[in-house]
């Protein structure tokens, strides 16, 4: 069993940055993707970022060029750096691990950006 922990979430001004984490507990973090998602009130849940197990990056056109995603695997952690933040960005946010047969969630880190 794989056990996914954000953190990070909080209230921001609009052009403002955060850093949300996910750590994973097991030992499968390394050769599995990793990806962030977020649901808005009344949305369903989006992609925002994707990374595979090789490192390779894939964004939702509304967040290219304000978002980074990156991972640690000797720490089993994957990290999401917010700038430039806009009141559209608000959402819950979960980090989600994908392999072949496995799918885990997190429970999700609230992120809010308001004047």
């Known amino acids: 069993q794989v056990q996914l922990v954000e953190s990070g979430g909080g209230l921001v001004q609009p052009g403002g940055s955060l850093r949300l984490s996910c750590a994973a507990s097991?030992?499968?973090?390394?050769?599995?993707?990793m990806g962030w998602y977020r649901q808005a009130p009344g949305k369903p849940r989006e992609l925002v970022a994707y990374?595979?197990?090789?490192?390779?990056?894939t964004y939702v056109d509304s967040v290219k060029g304000r978002f980074t995603i990156s991972r640690d695997n000797a720490k089993n952690t994957v990290a999401l750096q917010m700038n430039s933040l806009k009141p559209e960005d608000t959402a819950v946010y979960y980090c989600?691990?994908?392999?072949?047969?496995?799918?885990?969630w997190g429970q999700g880190t609230q992120v809010t950006v308001s004047s």
């Open positions: 989600r691990l994908r392999g072949a047969l496995i799918n885990y």
């Open positions: 097991g030992s499968i973090f390394s050769s599995n993707d």
């Open positions: 990374i595979t197990s090789s490192n390779t990056t």
